[in-house]
């Protein structure tokens, strides 16, 4: 099975409040680890058509499987055009070798 060009660099982020020196928290970006993705926004096209569920996702994205990595909705993907909160994670046909990510673009 082959997912096409994985093209996209992307980086994986958990957020996490953090107290600075005067004693006010803020939300803190920490980089989980940085891979090339698949990336495709969302059309017409009857593979769309059946993820009619999660009707508030804008793009799927497609990377290889990350053996000592959890990837998890808790989590952010910064891309090249944006901030993407993640909505569903799927490990391809449950072979370990590539994973799908659903994803809505931050406005």
């Known amino acids: ?3 096409g060009r994985l093209d996209t660099p992307i980086t994986f982020t958990l957020l996490s409040k953090e107290k600075d020196e005067e004693g006010f928290s803020n939300m803190v970006s920490h980089p989980i680890a940085c891979v090339r993705a ?3 926004d969302k059309n017409t096209t009857e593979k769309w058509a059946n993820k009619a569920l999660l ?7 497609q ?5 000592n990595t959890k ?10 055009d944006g ?5 569903s994670v799927e ?4 072979k370990n070798m590539y994973i799908q990510i659903l994803a ?4």
Do not use: H, S, W
């Open 1 to 3: 099975m082959a997912l």
């Open 91 to 94: 490990n391809i046909k449950g």
């Open 83 to 87: 901030t993407y909160d993640i909505k």
């Open 71 to 80: 990837i998890t909705t808790d989590m952010q993907i910064e891309c090249f």
């Open 55 to 61: 009707e508030d996702v804008t793009t799927l994205f």
């Open 104 to 107: 809505k673009k931050k406005v």
């Open 38 to 40: 698949y990336k495709e």
């Open 63 to 67: 990377i290889r499987y990350l053996p």
